[in-house]
């Protein structure tokens, strides 16, 4: 499985970003996704994750109630929303896969990643 994440950019604080993670391969819909993030000097950190099915998401309690994580397996893809930004939000995303289709928090459960896209938050 490869995966790709796009939609990163440069907006004010306040504003939103939608991320997406585009994956090749027909397994990826049996996988779980999840969405980390990592600031300059700062350990790589969860933000959020959804069941293959997509019935169940999880989310750092950073985030809850502004990101939402989304997927549609038919376009192979994750997505996430993310809504009033804040300055600390401001980090490299990354998407990543794990071949259980259940959610997991940790970075070390997951199997495959893609290379981030920059999301940076001004103030």
């Known amino acids: 499985v490869q995966l790709q994440a796009s939609g990163g950019g440069l907006v004010q604080a306040g504003g939103s970003l939608r991320l997406s993670c585009a994956a090749s391969g027909r397994a990826f819909s049996t996988y779980a996704v999840g969405w980390f993030r990592q600031a300059p000097g700062k350990e790589r950190e969860f933000v959020a994750t959804?069941?293959?099915?997509?019935?169940?998401?999880y989310y750092a309690d950073s985030v809850k109630g502004r990101f939402t994580i989304s997927r549609d397996n038919a376009k192979n893809s994750v997505y996430l929303q993310m809504n009033s930004l804040k300055p600390e939000d401001t980090a490299v995303y990354y998407c990543?896969?794990?071949?259980?289709?259940?959610?997991?928090?940790?970075?070390?459960?997951?199997?495959?990643w893609g290379r981030g896209t920059q999301v940076t938050v001004s103030s």
């Open positions: 990543a896969a794990r071949t259980s289709g259940a959610v997991a928090t940790s970075q070390y459960q997951y199997d495959y």
């Open positions: 959804i069941t293959w099915s997509g019935n169940s998401r």
